[in-house]
C-alpha cells in the first residue's frame, strides 16, 4: 500500500510541475483574496499563487510555512470547499482554483530541494510544556519555539501526530508527509517526549518543579462515542477510530464480507472505505439525517458515491441481531417516517463521533456543563495551564485546531510576558 502511494506520488510530481504554472495562471489576483480571508490559519493563498505565477516558488514556500506549519498535511485533508476553494472568485466564471493541489505542489517541491524555510531560533525563554503532539499541539509548539520558548511537547502515545498518524488513513494522507512536517518541527528546535501519559506517568506539579513555567493542554478527543442498542456487544460491532488505527499500524483488521457504518463524518467515510480497500465487497453506510447534513467532505461523499457504497439516510440504529453471539443483521428506524432498514451485516462499525477522556487527571481545571475544559481565550480558571484544540472548541478539522494552536500561543506569550497575568 504505502510503495503504491509512493509511485503514485512520484508520477504526480511530474504532472504538477506544468499544472501547478497553467493553474496559476487562472487566478484572477483578486485584489480582496477572499480565498485567504476564508483559511482559518491565514495560509495566504493569494499571496502564494502570485509568487507561483511569476515563478518564485521560493517566495512561495514561504508564504505558506510563514502561516502553516502543516501545509502539506492540510493540502491534503483539509475540506477546502468550506474554506479557501469555496471563497474562490473563480467560480462564478468556470471553477475554482485547485488551491490544494497548488499547495501540495509547493510543499512537495520545498521537500524535494530541502528548502526548509524556518530556521531554527535561539530557544532562551521560558520552559513550556505541551500536552499532545496533534495539530494543536504542534503549531502551539512551533509558534512558540519561533518566539522563542523552550518547548517540549509530550505525548502518551509512541508515535506523534494525533489523528494524523493514528487515524486519518495512509491513502489519503500518507505517514512520510506527516513525518517530515513534525521533522521540521524538530529542527525549528522544538523538543518532543513521547510515551509520556501527562496525569499517570508525569504531573504537572511535578514538571513545574522542574522549571516548566506554562502548560497547554491539547489532548483532543480520543474516545469514540458509542450508542447503546439492543445488541450493540454482540462479537462483531465494531468502533470506528479504533478500527482504523488498527488498519493503519498493521495494515489489515479481519472484517466479514457485510459492513454496515453507521455515520455520515469523515471518520465514518473512512471506515466505509477502508472496508472495501480490505476487500469486504458489501458495505454500506447508514446515516440520521439527510446527505446535505452530512459533516463530511463533499469529495470524500462522491468518492463512496463512486465506490457503489449505498448510504442510507434518515434511518437511526434500532438493534443488532446475532446468530451464536456474532452480528447477523442490522435494523434501523426513520427518523422523520415510519420507515425501516433491515439489512444482512457481519459487523457494524460505530462511527458517531468522538468525545473527551476524563481531562481531570491531566490537571484540576473547571470543566463547563458538558465536561469540556473551560477556557475564556485558552486560559483555564488555573492561570499557567491553557487549553485548545478538539478538546476545548473547533469544528474538527486539521486547519481549525492549527488555528487555535497558534492564537493559545500568542496568549501564553502574552502571559509569560507579563502583559497578561489571569482571567
Ligand atoms: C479518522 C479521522 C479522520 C479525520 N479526517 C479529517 C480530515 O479529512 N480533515 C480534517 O481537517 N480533519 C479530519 N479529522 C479531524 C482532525 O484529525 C482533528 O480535528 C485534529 O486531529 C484535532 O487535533 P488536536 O490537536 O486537537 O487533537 P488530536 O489530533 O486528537 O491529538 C491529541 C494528542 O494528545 C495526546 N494525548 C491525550 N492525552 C494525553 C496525555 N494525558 N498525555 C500526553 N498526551 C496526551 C493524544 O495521544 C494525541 O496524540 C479526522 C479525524 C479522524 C479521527
Known sequence: MYKNNKMKKNNEEVINSVFAIEESSRCLLCYDAPCSQACPIGTNPAKFIRSLRFR?????????????????VCARVCPTKKYCEGACSRTGIDKPIEIAKLQRYLTDYEKVLGLEVLKKVELIKEKVAIIGSGPSGLAAATKLAQLGYNVTV???????????????????????????????????????????????????????KEGYKAFLIACGMQKSKDIKIKGSDLNGVINGIYFLEEVKSTGKYNLGNKITVIGGGDVAIDCAIT????????????YRRTIEKMPAERKSIQEV???????????KPYEI??????????????????????????????????EQDDVTSIANVNLNDKGIIEVKEYS????????????????????????????????????????????
Open 154 to 208: 509530550f505525548e502518551k502515545r509512541e508515535n506523534l501526530g494525533g489523528w494524523l498518524t493514528y487515524g486519518i488513513p495512509e491513502e489519503r494522507l500518507p505517514q512520510e508527509v506527516v513525518d517530515n512536517e513534525i521533522d521540521y518541527i524538530k529542527k525549528i528546535g522544538v523538543k518532543f517526549k513521547t510515551n509520556v501519559n501527562i496525569g499517570k506517568d508525569i504531573t504537572i506539579d511535578s514538571l513545574k
Open 305 to 315: 458515491i463512486d465506490l457503489n457504497i449505498p448510504i442510507f439516510t434518515g434511518i
Open 275 to 286: 472496508a472495501k480497500n480490505l476487500g469486504s465487497e458489501d458495505v454500506k453506510i447508514v
Open 321 to 354: 441481531i446475532g446468530e451464536n453471539g456474532k452480528v447477523s443483521r442490522f435494523k434501523g428506524v426513520g427518523m422523520f417516517d415510519n420507515s425501516n432498514l433491515d439489512i444482512p451485516a457481519e459487523n457494524v462499525i460505530f462511527a458517531i463521533g468522538q
Open 56 to 72: 518564485n516558488l521560493k517566495g512561495a514556500v514561504e508564504t505558506i510555512r510563514e502561516n502553516n506549519i502543516l501545509g502539506g
Open 380 to 423: 483555564t480558571d488555573i492561570k499557567w495551564i491553557f487549553a485548545c484544540g478538539d478538546i476545548v472548541d473547533g469544528d474538527k478539522t486539521v486547519v481549525y485546531a492549527l488555528k487555535l494552536g497558534k492564537e493559545a500561543a500568542e496568549k501564553i506569550d502574552k502571559y509569560l510576558n507579563g502583559k497578561e497575568g489571569t482571567r
